[in-house]
Every structure is written in C-alpha cells, then in structure tokens.
C-alpha cells in the first residue's frame, strides 16, 4: 500500500496542502488526513475575504479550516497578512473616499500614510490575536518584489508601496511579531524567488530587513514551477543565499505545470494528457524532493498549492490562454485521487 508522504519526510519537513473549506469533507479530506501535515489556505484567509470592509471581519470559512487542522493535528500556516491582490480597495481609499495614491498635497500624503499604516495594524492586530494559538508560520507580506516595477529595488509599485514607501513591510512584521506566539515563524512570501534578478531584489530587501532588525524569520519560495524551469541549480542557491541570512525556507505553493509560460498549447481534456507528460513530470519531481532533501536543514515545511489534478488554479490559467479550453495536471495525484508516478517518484 502507497506510503503516506508526511510519513515520509517526517525526518525532513512537513508536508503542506492548500484547501478551500469545502474541500474538507470530501475525498480531498481523506487524502489530505492520510497524506500531509500542514495545511493553508487558498483562498479565505486573503484581506478580502477576512476584512471585506472596515472593521467587518469574517472569520467563518478560514475557522473551518482552523478547526479541521487542529482536529487532525495539523500544523496551519497562515495565508496571506498583507497582499497586493485580494484586498479589498477600502484600505486604500482616504476619509473623503479617494484614492489616496492620487494625493498630491504633502501634508495630506502624509496623513494618508499614517492612515493606511493604522489599518494595516488593526488588520495584522485582529488576526493574529485570534489565530496565534493555531498557526506555526504566517506570510505576513506576499510578493512585494516586483522585476518589473522600473525602479532600482524591484519594490513592488502596489498602493501599500506607493503610498508609505517600505514601511508597510515594516509595520507588517513588527505588528505580527507583537500578537504573534513566540515561537511562530514570520515569512516573506513570493514567486521566481529562484530566477535573476528578481532573486537578487528579494535578497537584498530581506538583507535590510534583518540589518533593521525588523522581526523576519524565514522565506517562503512560492515554487510554481515548470517542468524544466526554473533549474535545479537556481532553486539550490537560492535556497542557500537565504539560510546564510540565517533564515529558514519553507517551500509554500508548490505545483508542477506540465506548460511553459504562457501555457500554450495546453490539453484540452484530462484524459488526453499523455502517460508520457506523467513520466516526465515524475522525473521532475524526484529531482526536486532529492534536493529539498539534501537542504532539509534549510528548509521546515513544503507545501503544494492544491491536493489532487481536479483542484488547481493553473486550469484557470490554462483556460485564460486557450480560448477558455485547457487543462494542466501538478500534482501527485491525479484528478481521481489516483497515485501518479510522481508520487512514486518522491516516496521512493
Ligand atoms: C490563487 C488561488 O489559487 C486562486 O484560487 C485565486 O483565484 C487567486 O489566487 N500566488 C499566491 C496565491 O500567493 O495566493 C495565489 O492563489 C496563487 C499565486
């Protein structure tokens, strides 16, 4: 009989999955008790689906989550404090109703800023003070580097940057590091973590953060990922560059898409997806948990973004992309809860 793959790295890192609440009951939970961990949320713990107004918080779905994880012994982590995307425009809108980033007089900006920061407080306040008892690791800011942006810190040109420059990382992880228990691991979470030279950017912020003193535990390395990128070697150093920070790594949205980017031409129907895409993403993956294995001692929990082939925000993707057609496969179990070679790949 398959062998369960928390079991399996027990002496390594734990083994994480992303649910929606609805996904508990289910055959999702059957696996999810037999196989991992630890768990996150994919969707309900965002700012806008726990502050979806001022002051209105709704606790309800991301506390089914909580309670199936304590139930089954389960460590939580938390997903996400502070985002660009998913939250709700309110924060950044000022007492008038404008939006704050079109401010021009100083004084007001100023005032403005202290505002957004004053929200930012309450939001990572509230939480943390309900959740502290159940959560291990919290991303307390997602993906604030951005390659892209045009200026010379890849800081992320999202409202939270625009209107009080890198404070709001700050205030992020002070206020976490204020309710939070003592012994929880605060993170900064992002994507191509491994890829120059956004790698590079992120390093370099964390490397003021922790010169600052600013309360930053560890990495989370997003980890989507495609069969041939990024390489091996890329994701080793960077795993390494941050443990020589002296922070911890955890691996939190892990998925293996069969596509490049864009995910184009992508297979239409699950069942037309070759046994032989299978083969080669198990190759993939065991390269890849041989690693992590290797770096155990730099890294505490690897989660994927999903459970099974039938539940991953890739399909959307691949959908996106091709003409609302298309489907993609991550996972290590297939879209009936099968056992795939890649889970053969990382138990063997
Ligand atoms: C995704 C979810 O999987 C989708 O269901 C949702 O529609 C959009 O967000 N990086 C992150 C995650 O940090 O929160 C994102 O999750 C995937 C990319």
Redesign the pocket.
Known sequence: APVELDERYKDSFDIGA?V?PHMLNGKDGQVLKRHFNSLVA??VM?PINIQPEEGKFTFKEADKIVKFAKKNKMELRF??LI?H??VPEWFFLDKEGNQMVDETDPKQREKNKQLLLKRLETHVKTIVKRYKNDITSW?VV??VIDEYAGNDKGLRESPWYQITGTDYIKVAFETADKYAKKDAKLFI???NTEVEPKRTYLYNLVEELVEDGVPIDGVGH?A?IQIGWPTLTEIEDSINMFADLGLDNQI??LDVSLYGWPPRPAYPTYDAIPESEFERQAVRYDQLFELYEKLDDKISSVTF??VADNH??LN?RAEEYNDGVGVDAPFVFDNEYNVKPSYWAIID
């Open positions: 992303a929606e994919e969707n965002k997903h996400t985002w995307s998913q991303d997602n993906e979470n992002d994507y997003q989507h939190t949205e973004w999903g991953t925000w959307d």
